[in-house]
């Protein structure tokens, strides 16, 4: 019965960490952690008690995600790029023009590999290399590169 206590806690800390790399959350690997830490407890105090197992599971646990939140965890990626703002994405991209663009009168042409409207300020020839430089939800704005 000794090493009971280190098996359990050897195999919740490995169910955490499997169900950990399904989710991909974060939020499971300081219980995981924790069960690791345990199962060294365990390891090297076999004659605790069952209370003392799960309060010092419980404590464990909760200070190894609150490190893991304040440290590891970065919540704001990239709060300059707005991926759902596809042409904002576009900006300042450069591309040869395939169809010619009248000025002022949006026109279908390709930008890399999908269809957009174009619109720009001058009339500009068919394969003048031209730079996004803004837009709205359905025409984008551009210019030809000098």
Do not use: C
Request: hydrophobic share 50%; charged share 15%; no cysteine.
């Amino acid at each position: 019965m000794t090493n009971f206590w280190f098996w359990l806690w050897l195999g919740v800390a490995i169910g955490l960490g499997i169900l950990e790399v399904l989710g991909t959350t974060g939020f499971l690997l300081g219980a995981a952690a924790a069960g690791v830490l345990m199962a060294a407890i365990a390891w090297f105090f076999p004659e605790l008690g069952v209370i003392f197992h799960l309060l010092a599971y419980a404590v464990l646990a909760t200070i190894a995600t609150l490190i893991y939140f304040k440290f590891f965890r970065d919540t704001d990626p990239a709060p300059d790029v707005d991926l759902h703002d596809k042409i904002g994405t576009m900006i300042d991209t450069e591309f040869d023009l395939q169809h010619t663009v009248s000025a002022g009168r949006p026109t279908r042409t390709f930008i890399h590999d999908t269809m957009w409207l174009v619109k720009g300020s001058v009339t500009m020839k068919k394969g003048t290399r031209v730079r996004v430089i803004g837009g709205d939800t359905r025409v984008v704005q551009i210019e030809p590169v000098s």
